[in-house]
């Protein structure tokens, strides 16, 4: 789990510090404010810091080229590239950085003070950033990413297409195809997730079904269907039901906007499974969203916890270069979305005494 992340000179952000809750996360802001870039640093550093898991496993004294400072210093490099999709390294350097190079510095939640990964590069880097610091322990489990657009529709055969040729689509589409290729759980494993399936299952109207490399929706009682028949917005929840009964999900889950294509009334039961998440499954979850909606309703639900639920609203705010921070979506000075709401009813209200409506 991430406990803190400090960037300066990286993209959008001169100089900003976040730090996150073990819990809930809900990054909030105007266009252009960073906030999927925020997101997709933060799971750039998770999944390297998870691959480097896979060859230590945690054994002491191991000797492993994952170790190496050479392969930090490539494939953090080679995951941002795939993740951002800049022509070369060095153009996600903050543009007014002038000479000081681009810092990242992320920390997880440990009682090792040396749970630290801190790397730098130039405007000019092309393939290899500087490593400042390792860390020493390593999660056991990969974060998940889903992102805005849903993959269900396209998975046949895209981690492959992805592997063999040039895309422009980043890195965090063919991530989310192989955490769904993984076998569905069974037995006590399986029914660990019921509770958080099934209200999901029934908005999405059946179960998914992998077959021949192809996603199906099972309605109960009735014929299955391909999953491009499923309107856009249920195949985002059709996905989180599969990912939690193949296993997937276990640490960390990032999403960006998860609100595109729902309404109100499935958002209102996609807030209570993401507390699930956190309150049942002990996962830590940050998400980047536009909705008030759907920030109102999951600021609610941590504030009647009475503290049970750990959670941090995060602010982007611009033009200010400054990051603002709340337990509760209340105690931040700056929610755009909120603000135009209410200006829209001023300008009904002055319509309205106007004769105009």
């Known amino acids: 789990m991430l406990k803190s992340l400090?960037?300066?000179?990286?993209?959008l952000f001169s100089d900003a510090e976040i730090e996150f809750s073990p819990g809930?996360?809900?990054i909030i802001g105007e266009n252009n404010t960073g906030k999927s870039h925020l997101l997709k640093l933060a799971y750039t550093v998770a999944a390297i810091w998870?691959?480097?898991?896979?060859?230590?496993?945690?054994?002491?004294?191991?000797?492993s080229s994952k170790g190496s400072k050479s392969?930090?210093?490539?494939?953090?490099?080679?995951?941002?590239?795939?993740?951002?999709?800049?022509?070369?390294?060095?153009?996600l350097f903050h543009r007014d950085g002038g000479r000081q190079k681009a810092k990242i510095e992320a920390e997880m939640f440990s009682t090792n003070d040396h749970q630290r990964l801190k790397f730098a590069f130039s405007s000019n880097t092309q393939k290899e950033v500087e490593i400042l610091q390792t860390p020493m322990e390593f999660p056991s489990a990969p974060p998940i990413f889903?992102?805005?657009?849903?993959?269900l529709s396209f998975y046949p055969g895209f981690v492959k297409l992805y592997d063999e040729r040039e895309l422009?689509?980043?890195?965090?589409?063919?991530?989310?195809?192989?955490?769904?290729?993984?076998?569905?759980?069974?037995?006590?494993?399986?029914?660990?997730?019921?509770?958080?399936?099934?209200?999901?299952?029934?908005?999405?109207?059946?179960?998914?079904?992998?077959?021949e490399g192809r996603f199906y929706l099972k309605p109960s009682g009735k014929k299955e269907m391909e999953i491009s028949l499923v309107a856009e917005g249920l195949r985002k929840i059709g996905t989180l039901t599969y990912l939690a009964a193949n296993g997937s999900l276990k640490n960390l889950l990032f999403w960006d906007e998860p609100e595109v294509d729902l309404n109100a009334k499935i958002l209102t039961q996609l807030a209570s499974s993401l507390i699930e998440l956190v309150e049942t499954y002990n996962m830590q979850v940050i998400l980047a969203t536009h909705s008030f909606f759907l920030m109102k309703e999951l600021s609610v639900r941590v504030e009647?916890?009475?503290?049970?639920?750990?959670?941090?609203?995060?602010?982007?705010v611009p033009r200010k270069a400054q990051v603002e921070q709340g337990g509760l979506l209340e105690e931040l000075a700056t929610i755009t979305v909120l603000d135009e709401i209410l200006a829209q009813d001023d300008r009904v209200q002055q319509l309205f005494y106007e004769g105009q409506l």
């Open 6 to 11: 400090k960037t300066k000179n990286f993209t």
């Open 24 to 26: 809930l996360n809900v």
């Open 50 to 63: 998870h691959e480097a898991a896979a060859e230590h496993q945690n054994i002491p004294g191991k000797i």
């Open 71 to 91: 392969w930090w210093q490539r494939r953090i490099a080679e995951k941002l590239v795939g993740i951002f999709k800049p022509d070369k390294l060095g153009h």
């Open 146 to 151: 889903l992102p805005s657009k849903e993959v």
């Open 168 to 211: 422009t689509v980043d890195e965090t589409y063919p991530d989310l195809c192989k955490a769904l290729s993984g076998f569905l759980l069974k037995g006590s494993r399986a029914k660990r997730y019921t509770t958080f399936i099934k209200p999901l299952e029934t908005i999405v109207g059946g179960q998914l079904r992998l077959k």
């Open 304 to 316: 009647i916890s009475k503290g049970k639920i750990p959670a941090q609203f995060i602010s982007l």
